[in-house]
Structure formats: structure tokens, C-alpha cells
């Protein structure tokens, strides 16, 4: 049986949401049932991803802009301010709009409530940006979190003390949702930064004969062009893949079961987060904790490039 998701994404700045959504198109044991856009331009977001999801022959799945901005009260230290204005450094991979469909007419939050609320308590939301458009879900509508199995989200890091980015770009979304007593599979800060790609790994999209892979291929020479990477041959880690890998995959990590805080006093520690392990079975946090390294990067490659 598939699994059913929605991919939660701030897909356009860092590459790694497009391999993640790449991932989704190469997987028949998930069904994506709709992608949802959160921070900044949401609207530019949404074209990659409909771009994606053409290349991918998913191109009839409904793809809705959610939240431009935050939840969060203040803005923390190395905190990005949302700019609904500033163009995402992939847009010009995207296909011109004339090229695509429209985008969903429902808000982001809207089209997360009508989903779930409509499933049989079976679909899983993926996120892989800021976690605004769950968080907000969650208040407009608390019935969600009783119909979510589970939420799959690449966010956090336990392993040394920091603010890992998609927390950081709204600590108190972050902290409603981990608190909301839904149960929660991370892939943390740590984990995706063991899943770099190496450069003859990356070379393998462009030289592959995929459309999706010539692709991915431009998609990560703009990423590395971007005025805030500098220039400089990057390589992108599979932070956001692995998030997915993790529903078809979960063997390729170690676990550890326990319970995530979101810090949001301190004034330099604010959305650092802390993970406390658990003696029994409770806690509601599953944290990826360890990566089978050489063997998952294979096992994404394969799937993207055959």
C-alpha cells in the first residue's frame, strides 16, 4: 500500500528541496497527494515545484502557496527575514508560467486542512522548510492532529548546540507542532550534513540522459551561483531527501526515541532545540540519529538517475 503525503517545502534556495521533491517523482511507494509552499515568495516556490512535478510526471498534483511569513515573535540571531519580494536563487529553472497550470487557489493552510480533514486519517505531511503552514493548520483546525499518523520532518539538531534552519526561520511554529502531541520522525542537522554528495556523485545527474537529472544538474549550478553561497563548487547534502528516503528507507538510519524542545526564551539560544531520550517507549520524537552513508546516497542516485 502507498503512503500518502504532502510535501511541505521552502523549495528555491537551498537545493536540497528540489532532490527531495525529485525523490517523490521516482517513488511509486509514496502517493503525493499535494505540495504546499511556506516563507518568502511562495508563489515563485510553487512554480518550481509545479516545474518539478511536470519533469516528473506528477504535473496534475495541486501545488498551493501557504505562508509568506512567521509565526515567530521576534526575529533570532542569523535569522532570515521573510521577503515575499526576493526571487528564490532556482527560479530560473522554472518553466514560464504560461507552461504551467495554475496554481491551487486555496491558501496553503486551507488545502492542508481540507486533505487531512477529508483522508482517513492516513496521510503524512512532509516538511522540509519552515514549519509555519503545519503550525498554523494545527490552530485553525485542531481535529488534524488527531487524523495525522505522523509528521516526517527534516529540522533540528541535537548532536551540538544551534539553531538549525528551518527552526530558526520560526522557532515558535517549530515549538507548536512538536508540542502538539502528533508523533514525529526527524532527520536532524547532523544526519543530512552526513548525506553530502561528493562531486562524481553530483556529476552523475547531468551525465545520467535524464530529463531529470540535466534538471537537477542546472538546479544545483544555481544554487552554488547564489549571492549568499558565494561562488565555489558546493556540494548539497541530502538533508531534505533523506526526510523522504526515510518513508521508503528507514533502515538506512540508526533511531533513537524521545521527546524535542524548542528553546524560545534566551536570547541567544532562542530555536535551538534539545532532544531528551526516553527510557521506555514514550516520547513522540523518533530521531534519525545515524545515516548508512555510502549506501543511502546510492540508493537516492539510483532512484533519480537510474
Known amino acids: 500500500m502507498k503512503t500518502?503525503?504532502?510535501?511541505?517545502?521552502?523549495?528555491?534556495?537551498?537545493?536540497?528541496?528540489?532532490?527531495?521533491?525529485?525523490?517523490?517523482?521516482?517513488?511509486?511507494?509514496?502517493?503525493?497527494?499535494?505540495?504546499?509552499?511556506?516563507?518568502?515568495n511562495v508563489e515563485a516556490r510553487a512554480r518550481q515545484a509545479q516545474t518539478i512535478l511536470q519533469i516528473g510526471k506528477l504535473?496534475?498534483?495541486?501545488?498551493?502557496?501557504?505562508?509568506?511569513?512567521?509565526?515567530?515573535?521576534?526575529?533570532?540571531?542569523?535569522?532570515?527575514?521573510?521577503?515575499?519580494?526576493?526571487?528564490?536563487?532556482?527560479?530560473?529553472?522554472?518553466?514560464?508560467?504560461?507552461?504551467?497550470?495554475?496554481?491551487?487557489?486555496?491558501?496553503?493552510i486551507d488545502f492542508l486542512i481540507q486533505t487531512i480533514m477529508s483522508g482517513n486519517g492516513d496521510i503524512v505531511p512532509v516538511t522540509?522548510?519552515?514549519?509555519?503552514?503545519?503550525?498554523?493548520?494545527?490552530?485553525?483546525?485542531?481535529?488534524?492532529?488527531?487524523?495525522?499518523?505522523?509528521?516526517?520532518?527534516?529540522?533540528?539538531?541535537?548532536?551540538?548546540?544551534?539553531a538549525e534552519w528551518n527552526i530558526r526561520c520560526d522557532p515558535e511554529a517549530a515549538a507548536l507542532v512538536f508540542a502538539s502531541g502528533i508523533p514525529i520522525d526527524v532527520i536532524p542537522f547532523a544526519v543530512g550534513k552526513t548525506g553530502t554528495m561528493t562531486a562524481p556523485e553530483v556529476a552523475r545527474f547531468a551525465t545520467c540522459g535524464r530529463e531529470m537529472g540535466r534538471y537537477l544538474s542546472e538546479a544545483i549550478e544555481l544554487w552554488r551561483a547564489d549571492h549568499w553561497m558565494g561562488a565555489g563548487q558546493h556540494m548539497p547534502s541530502l538533508f531534505d531527501p533523506l526526510a523522504v528516503a526515510?518513508?521508503?528507507?528507514?533502515?538506512?538510519?540508526?533511531?533513537?526515541?524521545?521527546?524535542?524542545?524548542?528553546?524560545?526564551?534566551?536570547e541567544k539560544t532562542y530555536g535551538y532545540t534539545t532532544f531528551t531520550e526516553s527510557k521506555g517507549q514514550g516520547?513522540?520524537?523518533?530521531?534519525?540519529?545515524?545515516?548508512?552513508?555510502?549506501?543511502?546516497?546510492?540508493?537516492?542516485?539510483?532512484r533519480i538517475c537510474g
Open 283 to 302: 516520547g513522540g520524537h523518533r530521531i534519525a540519529w545515524d545515516l548508512h552513508r555510502d549506501e543511502a546516497v546510492n540508493w537516492f542516485l539510483q
Open 59 to 108: 504535473g496534475n498534483i495541486p501545488v498551493s502557496a501557504g505562508c509568506s511569513a512567521t509565526m515567530a515573535s521576534r526575529q533570532g540571531k542569523g535569522a532570515p527575514k521573510p521577503d515575499a519580494a526576493k526571487i528564490p536563487s532556482q527560479a530560473k529553472a522554472s518553466y514560464p508560467d504560461a507552461k504551467l497550470p495554475p496554481i491551487d487557489l486555496r491558501h496553503g
Open 128 to 162: 522540509i522548510g519552515a514549519m509555519t503552514n503545519m503550525a498554523m493548520a494545527i490552530v485553525k483546525e485542531p481535529r488534524i492532529a488527531k487524523k495525522l499518523p505522523r509528521i516526517v520532518s527534516m529540522a533540528a539538531e541535537f548532536q551540538k548546540p544551534m
Open 4 to 40: 500518502k503525503i504532502i510535501l511541505d517545502t521552502d523549495i528555491g534556495d537551498d537545493v536540497d528541496d528540489a532532490l527531495a521533491l525529485a525523490l517523490i517523482c521516482a517513488s511509486p511507494e509514496l502517493e503525493l497527494l499535494g505540495v504546499t509552499t511556506v516563507f518568502g
Open 246 to 266: 526515510m518513508l521508503i528507507r528507514p533502515d538506512l538510519f540508526t533511531w533513537k526515541q524521545g521527546t524535542v524542545d524548542v528553546e524560545l526564551r534566551g
